[in-house]
């Protein structure tokens, strides 16, 4: 039976209620489908394919819903946008109305089913970053607890209270970084390095409705920002302007970063089961981030810190390439220097330093071929990028050309990166 001759397909939807808005669908989704407003992302029935490239990468599994509805009646992007929750699954018979009487034939969602779109097409005219980044965790990553509070889970949110709240960048306030640590008390609530959280903003919007989780990075190591406590540690930019540099106050950042000590906050999650640092003897972790992009990478270097200090890890190669604007504005800056040159191998960009010329993590990455060559090719070296989305297309085309440089043909290389869990992509 021809696709045209369908008088049902199942529909691809977001669960509004679980979302956390993290972006990662609409960054992943090959055909340009998935879109957002203010409130809500959605799917273009148009142009969904079926291919499932967005649904493993999702945090949250909001993405992993589906409707059966007419063909020639989908849910529009109109409706999906004004969506508090998802629709009830419509009845065979009011289906069965809808199509003039005739049976639901469902065309289900067959995961390759669209094999093409969701394949990387090394022809391609355009390079996307995304087709090469992993979907699996490493085959030694610790096992990950993923929803155990939020909209849908037996508990809906977990309360914590704030231990601590320090400024980690020496610019002034209006621009500042916050290290916030969250103490759970006595509820157990376990995290990886790698993980996220997500914070529930008091308060509503303009238009009445809650505000929606914000998700953050955890920047502590898994037995709590301080070892044997239960709590973690988030890296926070107070944010006072959009993407078009327009004046505006970010609703949680400010949230976050006023907060004092005592002060409660209602937290769902843990998400994420693939940005995870392996775990076995001799593996490389190479670390590519921008500002807070810096958070997991603090975890996994701390964790990595406390077994080195306790004898019970012969870790190989850590190398972190951190960006930011000038010295002042890289959170722990100070601390970074205090960290022995034997243990992590540091490279600083800044990018608007006076009378110095404009500096990013590639270039330092290109600087540093003749090494990361040979991680590459390393099945025990994995690769982690973190920070502002416009970072991700140029590092990833970075190691491409490194890759090249090394005498490796990148449509292999990446594709093992891909594989087995070592090219980890999270930007926003």
């Known amino acids: 039976m021809d696709a045209s001759d369908v008088i049902f397909l199942k529909q691809h939807l977001i669960d509004p209620e679980i979302c956390i808005r993290c972006n990662t669908c609409e960054a992943t989704c090959p055909t ?51 969506w508090e929750s998802l629709p009830e699954a419509l009845s065979e018979a009011e289906l069965a109305e809808a199509a003039g009487g005739a049976a639901p034939v469902e065309v289900p969602p067959t995961p390759g089913s669209s094999a093409p779109a969701a394949e990387i097409d090394p022809e391609a005219s355009t390079f996307r970053s995304a087709d090469w980044g992993a979907t699996v965790p490493p085959w030694s990553a610790a096992h990950a607890f993923t929803n155990l509070y939020g909209p849908k889970a037996p508990a809906k949110t977990l309360a914590a209270t704030v231990t601590g709240n320090h400024r980690v960048t020496e610019v002034g306030r209006e621009y500042d970084t916050h290290h916030i640590v969250l103490d759970f008390g006595g509820t157990p609530f376990p995290v990886l390095e790698g993980q996220s959280i997500a914070i529930v903003p008091p308060g509503v919007d303009g238009n009445g409705r809650p505000h ?78 921008t500002g807070t992009g810096s958070a997991p990478m603090r975890a996994m270097t701390e964790w990595r810190r406390r077994l080195r200090k306790s004898g019970k890890f012969e870790g190989g190669k850590l190398m972190l390439f951190f960006g930011a604007r000038t010295p002042e504005e890289l959170p722990y800056f100070g601390p970074l220097q205090n960290l022995p040159r034997d243990f992590i191998d540091l490279n600083l960009a800044f990018s608007r330093v006076p009378g110095q010329p ?71």
């Open 358 to 428: 404009r500096r990013y993590v590639q270039d330092l990455m290109r600087e540093r071929a003749a090494d990361l060559g040979p991680l590459l090719a390393d099945p025990n070296a994995y690769f982690y990028v973190c920070g502002l989305k416009a970072m991700e297309e140029g590092v990833v085309m970075t190691l491409r050309d490194v890759a090249a440089a090394a005498g490796l043909d990148w449509d292999t290389v990446g594709a093992a990166l891909r594989r087995d869990g070592r090219l980890h992509l999270e930007t926003y």
């Open 32 to 82: 340009k489908a998935i879109t957002h407003d203010s409130l809500n992302y959605v799917v273009d029935a148009a142009l969904c394919n079926l291919c499932m490239a967005c649904v493993p990468p999702c945090p949250t599994g909001s993405i992993d819903n589906w409707r059966t509805v007419p063909r020639a009646r989908p849910y529009t992007l109109e409706e999906q946008f004004g």
């Open 212 to 289: 929606h989780p914000r998700q953050y990075s955890i920047a502590s190591a898994r037995n709590g920002e301080r070892p044997g406590y239960n709590n973690v540690s988030l890296t926070i930019k107070r944010v006072l302007q959009d993407h078009e540099g327009r004046p505006v106050r970010g609703v949680a950042s400010n949230y976050m970063c006023d907060l004092k000590v005592g002060d409660t906050v209602e937290v769902i999650g843990p998400f994420g089961a693939s940005f995870l640092m392996p775990n076995h003897p001799k593996s490389h972790i190479v670390m590519i981030c």
